[in-house]
């Protein structure tokens, strides 16, 4: 079951900053946040991931609040090529269990011209 | 460097008939995820298999669905007697180990009509 909460949709316009809140309250010490996002029903790609600690890459960045309660996705400038269902996801560790991510429903972003 | 190959992309199958859903990893990688998404929903997770073992499959449903990684080959998800709830988004990732994240395919669309 997915353990994330995320808004349906949200709206940016092209060149602005787009900022995706999750919460996650829920999280445990040992399990990290994953952002992937689908593009018009493709596979799932990987943006960013991180523990506690706000990470960066060419992509995106990711900011964990303190408590780990929630986080938030930033594309700094972003595109149209950026329209997506984004998917903010805890992982479930454990040693029997596998790698398996629970995706939710997501949030639809759409990059207005 | 070939990503997650997933063939066929689209499989058409009439009521009663088998669907076969092959999956070769990206090279270097023994773990093998099978994830299922439906119209409008997100991907839930089915079965999780290392080469000539599975490890979880506590998303497959009971009946008609099975999943193998032989030692050669790619793996395959297999659907017997397919029904109308069985069309959907079938999509396979991998990874080289349980501690890594994912790397997606592009999915198989099965339409059973």
């Known amino acids: 079951d997915a353990k994330t909460t995320q808004p349906p949709s949200m709206d940016c316009a092209e060149g602005r900053a787009a900022n995706l809140p999750c919460n996650h309250s829920t999280i445990s010490g040992n399990e990290y946040v994953y952002w992937y996002r689908q593009i018009h029903s493709q596979g799932p790609q990987y943006i960013i991931h991180g523990l506690k600690n706000n990470e960066t890459n060419e992509m995106a960045s990711l900011i964990i609040t303190e408590d780990r309660k929630s986080s938030t996705l930033i594309l700094p400038h972003a595109t149209l090529r950026d329209t997506a269902v984004y998917y903010c996801?805890?992982?479930?560790?454990?040693?029997?269990?596998?790698?398996?991510?629970?995706f939710g429903t997501g949030t639809s972003l759409t990059v207005i011209p | 460097n070939a990503g997650v190959m997933q063939n066929p992309r689209h499989l058409v199958r009439r009521r009663g008939q088998e669907a076969r859903l092959r999956c070769s990893p990206m090279k270097g990688h023994s773990h093998v995820y099978w994830y299922r998404q439906l119209p409008e929903e997100g991907l839930k997770f089915m079965v999780y298999l290392q080469k000539e073992n599975i490890i979880d499959e506590s998303g497959m449903p009971k009946e008609r669905f099975s999943a193998e990684f032989p030692k050669e080959g790619p793996s395959i998800l297999r659907i017997q007697q397919v029904v109308r709830g069985d069309s959907a988004a079938y999509f396979c990732a991998s990874s080289p180990s349980t501690g890594d994240g994912y790397t997606f395919g592009s999915g198989t669309r099965l339409t059973v009509v």
């Open positions: 996801i805890v992982r479930v560790a454990g040693l029997n269990t596998g790698n398996q991510f629970y």
